[in-house]
């Protein structure tokens, strides 16, 4: 078991920027999986950005590469997501997610952004964006 609690939302203007932080508690270190996630009214929640913690390797959603960056720090048992340029599309609830899930792909290994394969979740972080 893991327990994830996300903090760093709030509101910003358009072009601004926030980091997301995520600590976790418990089995943390059998996680190899972890990421944001997240969610806006009306819409299917989505991968934004993954990271692989025994390795390195991330994942970015293409509708924002180049703008956020995830990373983990394991010796304080954080996940932080900074988001640069935020655009009014990032308004949405942000969720942290942790598993054992990582998949070796022959060539290096990743973890899957569908957000069903993950059982491990915070309570969300809302971000609101404003133009």
């Known amino acids: 078991q893991v327990q994830l609690v996300e903090s760093g939302g709030g509101s910003v203007q358009a072009g601004g920027s926030l980091r997301l932080s995520c600590v976790a508690s418990?089995?943390?270190?059998?996680?190899?999986?972890m990421g944001w996630f997240r969610q806006a009214p009306g819409k299917e929640r989505e991968g934004v950005a993954l990271?692989?913690?025994?390795?390195?390797?991330?994942y970015y959603a293409d509708s924002v590469k180049g703008r956020f960056t995830v990373s983990v720090d394991k010796a304080k048992n954080m996940v932080y997501l900074q988001m640069n340029s935020l655009k009014p599309e990032d308004t949405a609830m942000y969720y942290c997610?942790?598993?054992?899930?990582?998949?070796?792909?022959?060539?290096?290994?990743?973890?899957?952004?569908?957000?069903?394969?993950?059982?491990?979740w915070g309570q969300g972080t809302q971000v609101t964006v404003s133009s």
């Open positions: 997610a942790a598993d054992s899930i990582a998949i070796d792909y022959g060539l290096g290994t990743s973890c899957p952004a569908p957000w069903l394969e993950y059982r491990y």
């Open positions: 990271i692989y913690t025994g390795g390195g390797s991330t």
């Open positions: 418990g089995d943390f270190y059998s996680k190899n999986c």
